[in-house]
C-alpha cells in the first residue's frame, strides 16, 4: 500500500486529498472533447473523449463519468 500510495502522489492523486487540492483536477470546458458514450452503470455514465492538458502533452485519451439526477 505504501508503495502505491508513494507512486500515486508522485504522479499527481493522493488518496486523501483535500477538498483545496481537487481544484488543481478541474479544467475549463472547452479542454473537455467527448467523443462516445462507453457504458452506465448504477451512478451514472461513463464518456470517453479527449482532454486538453496543455503545451506539452496536448491532447491524451479521458474517461468523463457523469452522475445520474436523483428523484
Do not use: Q
Request: charged residues 30%; hydrophobic residues 40%.
Amino acid at each position: 500500500m505504501e508503495i502505491t500510495e508513494r507512486y500515486m502522489k508522485n504522479i499527481g492523486f493522493d488518496l486523501l486529498p483535500n477538498v483545496s487540492d481537487l481544484e488543481k483536477w478541474e479544467m475549463p470546458r472547452e479542454h473537455i472533447v467527448v467523443n462516445r458514450r462507453l457504458g452506465e452503470g448504477n451512478f451514472g455514465t461513463v464518456y470517453g473523449g479527449e482532454a486538453y492538458l496543455g503545451e506539452e502533452e496536448g491532447w491524451v485519451a479521458a474517461a468523463v463519468k457523469t452522475l445520474k439526477v436523483s428523484t
